[in-house]
């Protein structure tokens, strides 16, 4: 494997190319080599038992991605605010349990994955990315969000799914820009009104929380809504005047088998 990464490497330097993809190689520490490769844009590192903070990757300072993903590592290097240009990173199954504040210096981020990273609490400081558009916290151990959350007034994509969420901040409502947002496996036992004052969100999916009751105000208010999914709630069936919505999904049918309806 090592030979693999070094060869990797070396066509990566003597062909200036973009993109250097060591995924898979099982190399659990970052070849120095990759000091000369400050020219790429991409960075994929993913699945290579990364334990220790891949400080040579600072090195990279014209990256725009970098995915670290299925990986050891418990927190990052400090040096990585030095990656000015990075508009996205993918961190998901790594046992982070904090997301390293380093990030916050990343003012040019737009997404940020962090699934499955054993996170217990919601970093405050990253509402100050104002840039963000994508942010994903799924099957993590968030129990609330902070009031702030409301700065992130670029967003347009949220996973938020299974976490410990019983509700959502008010200042939820100044999300005018969200488009999609998942909620689902939480604790909610209704659907937070202010979302029916997004203009945008399309989509909204709260499978398998404590949902029982539905006013019929708050249907109409999502009538614009593509898609409102509530599967795998304690409310079972539409009432027989919403039989027109479509667009809402309640009951126990399993979401793959839709396409056999």
């Known amino acids: 494997m090592t030979t693999v990464c ?11 190319l973009n993109s250097l993809n060591l995924s898979y190689l099982s190399v659990p520490v970052i070849p120095s080599g990759i000091k000369s490769c400050s ?34 590592l418990t ?12 508009n996205s990173i993918i961190l ?47 099957n993590n151990a968030i ?28 200042m939820f409502q100044t999300l ?5 947002l998942f909620l689902n496996n939480n604790y909610f036992k209704e659907i937070p009104q202010f979302l029916r004052k997004l203009p945008n969100l399309g989509i909204i999916e709260m499978q398998y929380n404590s949902i029982n009751f539905i006013s019929d105000d708050a249907i109409l208010d999502f009538c614009n809504v593509f898609s409102l999914d509530l599967r795998f709630n ?4 539409l009432p027989l005047h919403w039989k027109g919505f479509s667009h809402i999904k309640i009951g126990d049918n399993h979401p793959e088998l839709d396409c056999l309806e």
């Open 176 to 180: 005018q820009n969200l488009c999609a």
């Open 6 to 16: 070094e060869s990797r490497l070396k066509r990566c330097q003597e062909y200036h």
């Open 92 to 138: 998901n199954k790594n046992p982070l349990v904090f997301l390293p504040e380093c990030i916050s210096e990343m003012k040019a981020l737009e997404k940020i994955m962090a699934s499955s990273c054993e996170i217990v609490s919601f970093p405050n400081w990253l509402v100050h990315l104002c840039n963000l558009q994508t942010l994903c916290f799924s």
């Open 39 to 72: 020219h790429i844009t991409h960075l994929y590192l993913n699945s290579i038992s990364l334990v220790l903070p891949p400080e040579e990757v600072s090195s990279c300072v014209n990256l725009r991605i970098l995915s670290i993903e299925n990986n050891k």
């Open 75 to 86: 927190t990052l290097p400090t040096s990585f605010v030095k990656l000015v240009h990075l």
């Open 234 to 237: 304690p409310m079972k069936e």
């Open 143 to 170: 129990s609330n969000l902070p009031s702030s959350f409301g700065h992130l007034v670029n967003l347009k994509w949220l996973n938020l799914s299974s976490n410990k969420l019983e509700s959502l901040p008010a």
